[in-house]
C-alpha cells in the first residue's frame, strides 16, 4: 500500500511575549493509502493544533513549526505557499467543528461551493460544479435541493453533511476531520460515520479524525493514534491498540469509558492535572500522573519503541519488556 | 407503580411559538412549542433513573420542570406522597432543600466573585442548616473533605477561576448534597469535562447518593454513560418518553423503533461490537403542535397508518418495561 | 494586599486606562487647586484685551474683554467636569434602572422597553436638548439634568443586553435552584457582575456630556454665570483671524477632557472585561 | 419580508407619534402659559392670543388639545414663526434643501472613507498604518465638530486661503450655469470636509471590528483551507460579511450628523436649518425650534427605513 502521510518529529511551539507553550513535541507518524486513523486525546493534548499544523493554518507570526510531513513525495511543512495551495483540497481537505459557522451566512450554499470547485478547475461551467457538487451531495444523502438555499435554513447535522460532501469535492487523497462529528446528535453522528466509510471504499481516499471520543474512532477508523499533553504516545491498528493497550495513558483512558454492553465495569479516572505546558519536561509527559511511573521516567524521555504491525508506543516499561 | 418514592405525574411544559401572534396578542392561532408534553415516571428512594435523548427532546426541560427553575403547565411532581406545587407555595425553601440540581458547565457554575468558601456557605445559612460563621467553615471543610478535595482549608480560600473544571463539578455536588436534598437532578454533569477526570465526578456522584439514600435524575446523550450509571432509563423522543425499563433492558433488548436505531446508531468502544446501525430518515423535527400520530411516525422505518393516525398507548411488558408503539 | 497588588498592577498593565487615570487626576488638581493656580479670578476684566500667549502676567493671553485665558481655562474645567459626573449620574441610573428592568423582567416587558429604546436612540437628541434648554431657561442645572434625561438610552440597552445574558448563565440559575429570591439574585448575582460594562460606559457619557454642554454654551444655551469652554469658543469665533488662541485654546481643553474620559472608560473596559472572569483564563 | 417592513414602518410610525408628543407635552409643561410659548414672549396681543386659543382649543381640557394639536400637525400645519410671521414649514422648507445637500453628501463620503479607513487598519492590523489611523480616529471623536470647523477655517481659509469661509456662493459674482456648480462646491468643501471628519470616526471603529471579526470566522478558515486566494476571499466574503454591522449603524450615525450639522452650519454661516435655529434659540421662537426637531426626527425615520430595506437585502437572514 502507498504512503499517504508520513510525519516526522513533528513540533509546535506557540510564542507570545511572555512565554512559549509547547502545543506539540516530537510527534511522528503515518498514513496509508485507504487507511482511517483517529487521533484521540483530551483537551490540551494539543491534536487539533497538530492538525492545524499540517494544513499551515496557523498564525505565522505566533508559531514555531518544526519537522517533516511527507505528502505524496512533497514536504507540506517546507514546500512554497503556491504549491500548498495547488494540494489544498485538490489532495488534502479538511473538515472542521463547527458546523454553523463553516459557511459565510450571507452567500447560497451553491455558491460557495463553486468557488471552492472553481479554485482548481478555473474553467469549470456552472453546470460542471453543479454536477460534481450533487454527486457528492448524494453521497453523503442529501438532496441537491440544499444547493439554493442559504446555510442558516439547514440544520447543524445538515450543513455538517454538505460540509463533508464540499471537502470532497476533488475527491482528496487525505481527508483531515477536526472534531467534526462532536457537536451533532447520536444518531445524525452514526450514520455520518457510516456514509464516510462506504465512501471511502468507492472514492480510495484516507482519513484523519480527531476527537476526544474513542468510541468514534473504534467504530469508524482502521488505526488509532493516543496523544496526551502535545506528545504522540501511542499508534496502530484499532484492533490491537484497544485490544491489547501498551501504553498506561491509554489503559488509563480505556478504563474511563464506560462500554455500552456486557458486563458493568468501575470506571477509574487518571488522578492528576495535564503538566504545565510552558515548560520543557525532562522526562516522558505523563510520569507526573501514570500509576506505574519509575525513577527513569522522570529524568528521561522515552523513546518510539515498535511493537511490529505498526504499533509503536513510547513508553519505559515497553523498553524494559523488549529487553 | 404507586409504591414510588418519587413520582411525575403527566408533567408538560409548552412555550408559544416566537413570532407566532401578533404584538398585540392575536387570538387563537398561536403554535405552541410542546417541549415536555404529559411526562409520567416513578422513583424508588435511592434510584437512579437514566434520561436519554436527542439534542430537543426535552430531556433539560424536564429538568428544569423538576427543579422549578420552569413552572410546568400541567402536571405535578409527588415526592413522599406530597405535591411538589403545594410544597412551594406552603414552604418554597423547604422545596429546593428537597430537590437540588448539578448542571453542565462546571466553569459557569459560581459566582466569580465569591471564594468557594463563601459559595458553600451561602446555601448552609440561608436555609439555616448551619447557624453560625465558625459552624458554617468547619462544614464546609467537612464537605470538601468528604468529596476528596483536599487540602480542604487552602481550596476554601479559592477562587472558581483557579480551580479545575473537574473539582468545580465536583464542589457543585457536594453544595447540592449540602442541603440534604431527596432528589438530585444531574443535567449532563460530565459532559464538558475530559473523560480521564468523569470517572470520578461521576463515582463521587454515586457514592453520595447511595449513602444518603438520594434519588438522582442523570440526564444524558450519553447512552454508554447512562447504562453505566442508572437503574432504569427513559428514553424520550419530542417531549415524551417513548420507552422505560431497566438500563440493561433498554440497551441489550429495545422495543421502540426510535430506542433501536439510537442504540444501533450509538458508537462503542469496544470493536468486537460493531453493530450495523439503523437508518433513521430526516432531522428531528421540532416539537411544535406534533400529533396527531406518533410523534416518530414520518421517520420510523416500520410504521404503517394507525401510526399516521392515533398516538399509540403506553403498554407494560415484562418487569417494569413500557413501550408506546403500535407496533411494538 | 495580594489583592490590591493585582490590581494594581493591572491598571498599570493597561496602558489606556493608566492615560486616562493621569488625565483624570490632572483634572481633580485642576478644579481643586483652581484659585492656588491662577492669578486672576476668572470674572477678573483686565486692562490688556487680546493679548498674545506669552505676555507678562498671561501666559496663555487673554480675550477680547481682558481676562486672562488660563484662569478661564482652569475654571472652565470645574463647570465641565461637573456637567460630567451630575449628567453621566443621572443617564448612568436611568439606563441601569430601565435596561436593568427590561432585561430581567423580559418577555413583553422587555419587547417595549427595547423597542423605546431604540426609538429614543434614533431622535437626534441634541435638539430635544436644545429645546427644552430654551424653554426651561440655561442655568446649568437645566444643563446637566437635560443631557442626562436625554442620553440614558445607550446605558440603557448595554445594561439590558448585561443583565439578558446574565440571566442566562448557569450561577443564577444555582441560585434559583438553591431558593434564592429575586431580590437576592438581583443584587447578589445580576447587579455585582453587570455594572462594571455600566460604569466603563458612563465613563464615556461623561465625554459626551463634555461635549453637549460646550455645543450649548456654543449655540447661547449655556448658563451666562459660569465660565464655559464652549463660550469661549464662540466668543473667541469673531477673533479667529487675528486672535485665534481663544478658540483654539478653549477647543483643546475640550479634546484634552473628552480624550480623557475616553480613555479611562476604554480602559476599564478592558480591565472589567467581563470575558475575562468568565472562565478562568486571567 | 413584508412583515419586517411592517415591523419597521410601524416603529417609525410610533417615533414620530413620540417627538409630536414630546413637542406637545413642552408646551404645556415649561414655565408660562402655552400662548405664551407659541406666541412669544413679547407680544401680548389679545386678539392674536384669542386666535391662537380657539386654533388650539386652548379652553378645552388637555386630551381634546393633544388631538387638535396632533391633526395640525397631521395636515403640515406646524404653526407660524414668532418672529418671521410666516408659516414654520415654509421657513424650514427653504432652508432644508442646503442642509440636507450638506448631510447627504458628507454622510455617504464619511461612511466611504471611514469604513475604508477601518478595513485598511484591520487588514493591517498592529501595523504602522494602523495605529495612525486608529490614533487620528480617536482623536477626532474627542472633537466637538463646530471646534474643528472652526480649526480648518484658521488653517485652509484664512492661513492659506484655499477655501471661502462661510456662505454657500459667492454672492457678489452671481454666477450660472456649471460655474455656479463650482462655486458651490468651493463652498461647500469645508463644511463637508468637517462633517466627514467627524463622521469618519464611527465608520472606522465598527468597520475595524467586524473586519477582524469576520476574518476569524470559522467559513474564512474553511476557504484558506481550500486554498482560495486572499484577495478573492477578502473581496467576496469578508468584505460583504464585514459591511453589514456598518450599514446598521448608518442611522443613528445620521442622527447624529443631523444634530451635529446645525452648529457646523452656523460656523460656516450656511444657508440651512442651523442658522434659522440659532436665530430661533436667541428669539426664543419655539415653533420654530419644535418644527425643526420634528422635521429633522422625520428625515431620521425615513432614512433608516431606507436603511432596513437595504440591509434586508444585504441579509438573508432577514427574509422571513
Redesign the interface.
Known sequence: MARVLDVRNLSVTYKNKNKCVYAVSNASFSIDQGDSMGIVG??GSGKSTMAMALLRLLPRKKTVVEGEAGFLGQDLLHISDEQLDRLRWKNLSVVFQKAMNSFSPVHRIGDQIEDIYRIHEPNATRKEAHGQAAKMLALVNLNERVYKLYPHEL?G??LQRVMIAVSLLHEPDLLIMDEATTAL???????I??ELRKMESELKTSRIIIT?????V???CNKIAVMYAGSLLESGH??EV??RPAHPYTK???????????Q?V?????PG?LPDMAARHEGCIFAARCPEAMEKCKSAAPARTDLGNDHFVSCHLIEVEKQ | MSGNYIEIKDISKFYPVK?SGT?LGGKGSRKLVKAVNGVSVGMAQGEVLGVIG??GCGKSTLARLL???ETPTAGDVFIGGVSTGKMLEQD??K???T???V???P???????DTIEQLLS??LK??GICPDRASRHERCAELLESGNLRPAEDILKRY?????GGQLQRI?IL?AMS?DPAVIVADEPVSML???????I??MLLEQSASKKVTVVFIS?D???T??VADNIAVMYLGRIVEYGAAQTI??SPLHPYTK???????????A??VE?I??DG??PTPIDPGPGCFFADRCPVAEEICFREYPETAARAGNHRVACHKA | MKKLLKILSDITQDRQFFAGLIGVAILLLLVVFAPLITKYPADFYGPDSLARPGSPGHWLGTNHMGQDIWSMLVYGTRTSLWVAVVAAFISGSIGLLVGGVAGFFGGKTD?VISEIINIFMMIPDLFLIMLVVALFGNSLTNVMVIIGLTTWPRNAKLMRAQTLSLKE???V????????NKN?ILF??II??GMYPVISNTTMSMAYAVLTEAALSFMGLGDPNVISWGQMINDGRNYITHAPWVSVLAGLAVVFTVLVFNLLGDGLNHILNPQK?????? | MKKYIVKKLLISIVTIVLVMTLNFVLIHIAPGDPTTILLGRNVANPELKAVLAAKYGLDKPLYVQYFRYFGQLLRGDLGDSIIFGRPVVEIIGEKLGPTLLLVGIASVVGLVLGTAAGIAAARKEGSVIDAVYSGGAYFLNAMPGFWLALMLIIVLAVKLGWFPSSGMEDVRAKYTGFRHVLDVAQHMFLPMLTLVLIDIPYYFRIAKSSVIQVNNEDYIMTYRAAGMSEKKIFRKYVLKNAILPVVTIFGITLAYLIAGVALIEIVFAWPGTGRVMLTAISQRDYPVLMGIYLIMSITVCVTMIIIDIIYAVLDPRIR?
Open positions: 483530551e483537551s440544520s447535522g445538515m446528535d447520536v444518531v445524525t453522528q452514526g450514520q460515520l457510516g476526544h471520543d474513542i468510541s468514534v473504534s467504530s469508524s484499532v484492533s484497544l485490544a488509563g483512558l480505556l478504563a474511563a469509558f464506560p462500554p455500552l454492553r456486557g458493568r468501575v470506571l477509574e479516572s487518571i492535572y | 413570532g404584538l436527542e439534542s427543579t422549578r427553575l418554597a425553601k422545596f429546593y432543600r430537590v437540588q440540581i448542571f453542565q458547565n466553569y459557569d457554575a459560581f459566582t466569580p466573585r451561602r446555601p440561608n436555609h472558581p477561576h483557579e480551580l479545575s457543585a453544595r442541603l475530559d473523560v480521564s477526570v468523569r470517572a470520578d461521576i463515582n446523550h447512552i454508554a454513560l447504562r453505566h440497551i441489550e436505531a439510537l442504540i444501533s446508531n450509538c458508537a462503542s468502544i469496544d470493536i461490537d460493531r446501525p437508518r433513521i432531522e428531528p | 419587547m448563565r448557569v450561577f440559575a444555582g441560585a434559583r435552584a438553591m431558593g434564592e437576592q447578589k448575582y455585582p457582575n472572569l468568565q472562565r478562568g483564563e486571567r | 422571513y
